[in-house]
């Protein structure tokens, strides 16, 4: 069983910055597409970003040139550098593979951006 956990959320105001970590054992990072997805509060779980383990990258559009997502195989983690942020982008943030493994959601991050 893999557990993924991410860290690094917070709260920051309007045009601010956080990097968050997605970590986790087992061979998925390796294996998989992987994604970032969030949920703001009282809405679906929308996916953000995902790359592949060749580095092809996909961006929805509403982050599309504020967010960054990497990845390092080696020490199974998965990264999400997000500048410029939004109060829009306010939510929990979660890491799982694309297209996702149901069974491998982690607690996810709080992101809260402020105007």
């Known amino acids: 069983q893999v557990q993924l956990v991410e860290s690094g959320g917070g709260l920051v105001q309007a045009g601010g910055s956080l990097r968050l970590s997605c970590s986790g054992s087992?061979?998925?990072?390796?294996?998989?597409?992987m994604g970032w997805y969030r949920q703001a509060p009282e809405k679906q779980r929308e996916l953000v970003a995902t790359i592949t383990s060749g580095d092809s990258t996909y961006y929805a559009d509403s982050v599309k040139g504020r967010f960054t997502i990497s990845r390092d195989n080696a020490k199974n983690a998965v990264f999400l550098q997000m500048n410029n942020l939004k109060p829009d982008d306010t939510g929990v943030y979660y890491c799982?593979?694309?297209?996702?493994?149901?069974?491998?959601w982690g607690q996810g991050t709080q992101v809260t951006v402020s105007s």
């Open positions: 087992g061979r998925i990072f390796s294996l998989n597409r």
């Open positions: 799982n593979a694309y297209p996702v493994l149901p069974s491998h």
